[in-house]
Nanobody, 117 residues
Framework: QEQLVESGGGLVQVGGSLRLTCAAS????????RGWYRQGPGKARDLVAA?????????NYADSVKGRFTISRDNAKNTVYLQMNSLKPEDTAVYYC?????????WGQGTQVTVSS
């Protein structure tokens, strides 16, 4: 059974940092990570950062996180990371990763990030 598992969330103070990890497992023949999303209380799930996992590794970020967040990959481990620096209270959300595994879309279970002021 293929799956995505996120980890690394937690409670952090304003200005702090966290590193999220999204690891894919199972019988993987092909994989393409779509990116990291987040969903705040009462809000829609929005794209935070995307990466061209199988290609040149180009990245794209939501305007609200540019210069603070960095998405990266480890192709050998089928893993993507999200380094989050200079965290703000508005970054509080459940963070999800999304990937196509064997041409099927998967979401992780989410990891809670809470930024306290």
């Amino acid at each position: 059974q293929e799956q995505l598992v996120e980890s690394g969330g937690g409670l952090v103070q304003v200005g702090g940092s966290l590193r999220l990890t999204c690891a894919a497992s199972g019988s993987i023949r092909s994989i393409n990570f779509r990116g990291w999303y987040r969903q705040g209380p009462g809000k829609a799930r929005d794209l935070v950062a995307a990466i061209n996992f199988g290609g040149g590794g180009s990245t794209n970020y939501a305007d609200s996180v540019k210069g603070r967040f960095t998405i990266s990959r480890d192709n050998a481990k089928n893993t993507v990371y999200l380094q989050m620096n200079s965290l703000k209270p508005e970054d509080t959300a459940v963070y999800y990763c999304n990937a196509d595994i064997n041409r099927r879309s998967y979401w992780g279970q989410g990891t809670q990030v809470t930024v306290s002021s």
